[in-house]
């Protein structure tokens, strides 16, 4: 049956960036098949306590009546529902979950925030993540000179391009393959065939290890890098193909080997002392690191100094590089779930809050992006944080449903996926929807939708044959920013984090196995970023089957419907879901689509994704 629906889309919302105090309009789409209704309005809960507006009739079309309320925004993030009331006196309420019988948790509210909002290229964007080191080997790669000197750090084992990756320790950590930033820039081109819009740099200061989340200073670009010159071209270089690029900082440790670590170790009474957390004798004496690995020593952001220094100001480290010359567009922000919290203590809200005042200053037009690999949603209510690199809503579903049955996918790594489970269509459905519930709904709009990362396996390692256009079809469709770890779009795979750093094989492009993702990729993409719709219209789901999902994204201007399937499947929805088919336009994919009965079919004979487009919604305007 067609149920209610609302979303936070202009669809169904008046202004995307109200003010504290402004009056917002919302509208609500009720099925005029849903029965009549005595009394349709919101109930929001300002100061934490309940407040109604009643809402009245201003539009019918297509079978729906639309019903429009006034909701002042009392509060920085103000919550509100709907209450639908039958003329039998059922109610029904309406929230990010859906329909209810029952009174439902302010948690799951739909949300207005009136905080400053993420830069208008957020949502638009399709992000590729690089790994420096891994990515590409310039001619002037610093490697080969500092080789040829016998000046490699020592911490550094160097490794040619085509070697195998060591995934022991030392060499899981030290490993080099000198990959370098000038590298990143002369494969500019690839990145742009790609379609992709937005790049992102895992950390580029000097470490001991290749990752580098481990830094020993953040005045300077790592040498091993190409130093700050070579970050300078890239980012130049970038923009002036319509590329941004974001680093990555870590606010919750810094490496045992940081300058302010080491002076903090040596002189007690040193200003540096206060930047970590150190234990009296009483407590066992040493100090607090993440997840007790003792290269990476926790910050103690109680300290106005490391604020000073770190993120607070023109004159900070997060500054420095949205300055010229490095001119970074924004940040992805490390552990940030953990950052300014221990034991009793809980600063995460003043640390991040604090950054995207520094970044205010100085560009107002950056993004800032944070981890937090669980439910992230508590810090994630716009006050700081746009957008989340988090695995709840997204990765970790989409694993579940189009993974291998038995693979046991993401055993190899605890922090990022865990132990993957294997879901129906129904189960991944519920996971998505209940995860993303409790995000406003321009957060989920900047939330990544990654398939992986640096920190899990690939998802092709364990997918079902067929799914992988699948996964990426879904990420490139599901509101969010579409995530291409690079390396997934030439097929690679690895079986954890570590695994799947490998270099990336240049020259096979044209090979068999590669070019057909290749091609899936950049097709995707462009479909993306052909269709607007997908980045900031609404979402309505459709019809859900163990094998099968349907959605549709919807705006004044077009509409696109998704079927995605992991195996032959057929999918009935309602001919009023959607309107007149005969209009649609295959963009993607070989699903069929096909009308009788008042139906419309969606089958596939195999794993496959297709999209549509349709015409826009009729709406009333503003």
């Given at each position: 049956m067609l149920t209610p629906h609302h979303d936070g889309s202009p669809l169904h919302v008046s202004t995307q960036q109200p003010a504290l105090g402004e009056t917002v309009r919302v509208r609500l789409r009720v099925p005029e098949a849903f029965g009549p209704l005595a009394w349709v309005g919101t109930r929001s809960n300002p100061n934490r306590e309940p407040r109604f507006s009643e809402a009245s009739v201003v539009h019918s079309a297509d079978g729906w009546r639309w019903w429009e309320a006034a909701v002042e925004v009392e509060n920085p993030v103000h919550g509100y529902r709907w209450l639908l009331v039958g003329d039998d006196g059922r109610q029904h309420w309406l929230n990010q979950l859906g329909l209810s019988a029952t009174e439902t948790l302010d948690h799951d509210d739909f949300k207005l925030v009136a905080h400053e909002p993420a830069p208008?290229?957020?949502?638009?964007?399709?992000?590729?993540?690089?790994?420096?080191?891994?990515?590409?080997?310039s001619d002037v790669a610093p490697l080969h000179r500092l080789r040829g000197r016998g000046e490699v750090p020592e911490w550094a084992i160097p490794a040619e391009w085509g070697d195998a990756l060591d995934p022991e320790p030392p060499g899981?950590?030290?490993?080099?393959?000198?990959?370098d930033l000038d590298g990143v820039r002369e494969r500019l081109d690839h990145l742009e065939r790609l379609g992709v819009n937005l790049l992102y740099l895992t950390p580029v200061f000097p470490a001991r290890s290749n990752h580098r989340y481990d830094a020993s200073t953040f005045d300077h670009v790592d040498e091993l890098l190409g130093g700050d010159d070579a970050l300078v071209r890239l980012v130049e270089a970038a923009h002036r193909?319509?590329?941004?690029?974001?680093?990555?900082?870590t606010s919750n440790h810094s490496g045992d080997a940081h300058e302010w670590f080491r002076t903090a170790q040596a002189d007690?009474?040193?200003?540096?002392?206060s930047f970590y957390h150190f234990r009296d004798e009483a407590q066992g004496g040493g100090y607090e690191s993440w997840?007790?690995?003792?290269s990476l020593p926790k910050f103690d952001w109680s300290s106005a100094e490391l604020r000073r220094r770190f993120i607070e100001g023109r004159d900070s480290i997060v500054a420095r590089y949205l300055k010229p010359p490095f001119s970074f567009d924004g940040w992805r922000i490390d552990v940030a779930n953990m950052t300014g919290r221990l034991g009793g203590d809980d600063l995460n809200a003043e640390v991040r809050q604090a950054i995207r005042r520094t970044m205010l200053?100085?560009?107002p037009d950056t993004i800032l992006l944070a981890e937090s690999t669980n439910d992230a949603a508590p810090d994630f209510q716009g006050d700081a944080w746009h957008g989340a690199m988090t695995y709840a809503p997204f990765t970790r579903p989409v694993w579940s449903w189009l993974q291998e049955p038995g693979s046991d996918a993401g055993g190899g790594i605890g922090f990022a996926l865990g132990r993957v489970p294997s879901y129906d269509g129904h189960a991944f459905h519920e996971a998505h929807v209940r995860f993303a519930a409790g995000f406003p709904w321009r957060t989920r709009l900047a939330t990544m939708n990654a398939l992986d990362t640096h920190d899990t396996p690939r998802f092709g390692t364990s997918a079902r044959r067929g799914t992988v256009p699948v996964a990426f079809g879904l990420a490139v469709t599901l509101p969010g920013i579409p995530v291409v770890w690079a390396g997934d779009e030439f097929g690679l795979t690895g079986v954890d984090g570590e695994a799947s750093r490998t270099p990336i094989p240049w020259g096979s492009e044209t090979d068999a196995a590669v070019a057909p993702v290749l091609e899936?990729?950049?097709s995707l993409i462009a479909l993306r970023r052909a269709h607007p719709v997908l980045a900031t219209g609404g979402i309505r789901w459709l019809a859900v089957s163990d094998d099968a999902i349907a959605f549709v994204r919807e705006s004044a201007e077009e509409r696109v419907l998704v079927f995605a399937a992991r195996a032959a499947a057929t999918l009935e929805v309602a001919k009023g879901a959607i309107g007149a088919t005969d209009a649609a336009a295959r963009r993607f994919g070989g699903a069929r689509l096909e009308e009788s009965d008042g139906l419309v079919h969606l089958a596939v004979d195999g794993p496959s994704f297709t999209a549509w487009r349709l015409p826009g919604v009729e709406a009333p305007a503003w």
């Open positions: 208008d290229w957020a949502a638009g964007s399709v992000l590729y993540q690089v790994f420096p080191d891994r990515f590409a080997r899981r950590s030290a490993q080099v393959f000198g990959g193909r319509g590329i941004r690029v974001i680093g990555d900082l007690p009474s040193a200003p540096e002392r997840l007790g690995v003792p200053e100085v560009n899936a990729y950049a």
